[in-house]
């Protein structure tokens, strides 16, 4: 395994942390939903984070056209 994908899966590890700490706190500041990550988006976001859209996948998920 290369030091690149090392740290690849470093990152999709994470955002995958990032998203369930962004749901369990989703009562305090709800801005996961305002993201317009759901049941119906979830997949959807990790798969593209996944491909390798990084941070553009937040600002895709987020267009009124998706929601």
């Known amino acids: 395994m290369t030091v690149k994908d090392t740290m690849r ?32 988006t979830y997949d959807v976001l990790n798969f593209l984070i996944a491909s390798g859209f990084d941070l553009d996948t937040f600002r895709f998920i987020a267009q009124p056209g998706v929601k």
Request: net charge negative.
């Open 9 to 40: 899966i470093a990152y999709l590890l994470d955002v995958t942390s990032a998203m369930i700490n962004a749901s369990v706190d989703a009562a305090k500041d709800n801005y996961i939903g305002r993201a317009n990550i759901n049941s119906g």
